[in-house]
């Protein structure tokens, strides 16, 4: 082989390595930055990296249905993911909308029960990663920081399960719709592809033609701007005020 071809292939191997390696170095970050493995050595971290599944997912792909047996903890590597629950007559429910670098079906990753919701990707091209149960049980048995961590995660879903219970509960569309916006102001993976009108209305149980007449009272109200493609905040103030906060 000619020196001028084994510079190609070289070329090539080292192309496909560093696209191969760059999902492994992002998802090492994550792992590092979740609160589930903060304080585990760099051995286990490995362990875990070398245990975890990639998948590329196209919009509206189903990743799992609730019922079924859970396979793991899941992680947006990439787009965004919906948790989704449908009532008897069909109509779906938002449980979350998840960007890069969030985890779902942690409870069932843990208990070692069924999902319980759905999920499916939101946004074309998009991507998860999946840290299979008996890999997470192996460094749970052996790790007692990890288990603390845990608990802390956990107590933290539980709150949050609890303000979006008293938010169905006791707030209006309008003031469900302002504290929507004010967390997705905070949180830049509540924004981008995917989160469509008809998600933010599906997420705060409403339809999507009385979230527009939301978007209206809100905007007469001074609080936002909005058009078909955006909302804009312009008084925080009194966005925070409508939505009770």
């Known amino acids: 082989m000619s020196a001028g071809l084994l510079h190609e ?12 390696l760059a999902p492994m170095t992002a ?19 490995d362990r875990l990296v070398a245990s975890v599944v990639h998948r590329r997912v196209e919009n509206g792909e189903h990743l ?3 019922g079924e047996p859970s396979s793991g903890l899941w992680i947006v590597a990439e ?7 449908l009532n008897p007559d069909g ?8 960007g890069p670098g969030a985890t779902f079906n ?27 149960t008996n890999a997470l049980a192996d460094l749970l048995m052996s790790n007692p920081r990890m288990a603390m961590n845990i608990i802390r995660l956990m107590a933290r ?16 569309v309008v003031v469900r719709l302002a504290r929507f916006l004010l967390k997705q102001a905070q949180d830049p993976t509540l924004s981008g592809p995917g989160v469509t009108r008809t998600a933010i209305a599906a997420h705060i149980n409403t339809t999507p033609q009385t979230l527009s007449v939301a978007l209206r009272e809100l905007e007469h109200s001074g609080a936002i701007t909005f058009d078909r493609q ?7 103030d009194t966005l925070r005020s409508i939505a009770m906060l």
């Open 91 to 98: 109509a779906e429910h938002i449980l979350h909308i998840l």
């Open 79 to 85: 787009g965004h993911v919906k948790i989704y629950k």
């Open 157 to 172: 879903r539980v709150r949050t399960l609890v303000g979006q219970i008293e938010d169905l509960a006791l707030y209006s």
């Open 27 to 45: 998802l090492r970050d994550i792992l590092q930055s979740l609160t589930y493995f903060q304080g585990i050595s760099q051995v286990e971290l």
């Open 106 to 132: 942690d409870i069932a990753a843990m208990d070692g029960g069924s999902n319980p919701a759905n999920a499916a990707a939101l946004t074309t091209p998009g991507a998860i990663w999946l840290l299979p």
């Open 9 to 20: 292939a070289y070329a090539i191997l080292c192309g496909i390595l560093s696209q191969d």
């Open 64 to 66: 799992f249905f609730e």
């Open 230 to 236: 955006r909302v804009r905040i312009v008084r925080n």
